[in-house]
């Protein structure tokens, strides 16, 4: 199974599995990165700008892992391992139900040894409570899991507050003004 740098594992055996679209690919199959970074990387640009800046991994025949800049990260709406669903709060700093989980750390392409060993950013959402339950070696994130009840209790915690303020109060009946 894949680790951290720190050594847990991240609860996949290949993240590429469980990777989805590059963030940089446009919808027209064209890669942002080559026109938006160009000074970052500015052979790999030239290399795009040449085949209309086609993205390296955009047709059926390529795998993600052909493109150093590959990165596919979460957009974080629902835990992938038990499926509960992020509620969050406007004007509140509670702590979110869900965070990005990596499954693959990016390192620009870096080279290691003889090889150029190129990892990219590959991130998915779960929910704290089986992020915990991956780190800590007893889970993977394609179990088959139900939330666990403190995040029901959570979350139907933060939809009764969101109910709450579909309803109308006047000024008085908040506060109390006589």
């Excluded at 890669?31 to 052979?43: F, I, K, M, S, V």
């Excluded at 088959?144 to 507050?161: L, Q, V």
Aim: glycine residues 8%; aromatic residues 8%.
């Amino acid at each position: 199974m894949e680790k951290t740098p720190t050594g847990t594992p991240v609860g996949v055996d290949d993240p590429y599995d469980v990777a989805g679209h590059c963030d940089h690919l446009t919808n027209d199959d064209r890669c942002r990165y080559a026109l938006q970074y160009a000074g970052n990387d500015p052979e790999f640009a030239a290399a795009r700008r040449a085949d209309d800046y086609a993205c390296l991994a955009g047709d059926e025949d390529c795998d993600w892992r052909d493109c150093l800049h590959y990165r596919s990260t979460t957009d974080g709406t629902e835990c992938v391992r038990c499926g509960l669903e992020e509620v969050r709060m406007a004007h509140e700093s509670a702590r979110p139900l869900l965070e990005e989980h990596h499954l693959s750390y990016g390192n620009g392409g870096s080279e290691t040894g003889d090889d150029a060993e190129v990892s990219h950013e590959i991130t998915v959402a779960l929910c704290r409570w089986c992020h915990a339950k991956v780190h800590d070696s007893f889970a993977r994130i394609d179990d088959d899991a139900s939330p666990d009840p403190e995040a029901i209790a959570a979350r139907e915690e933060r939809r009764g507050k969101e109910m709450q303020e579909f309803g109308f109060q006047s000024a008085r009946e908040r506060f109390g003004d006589e």
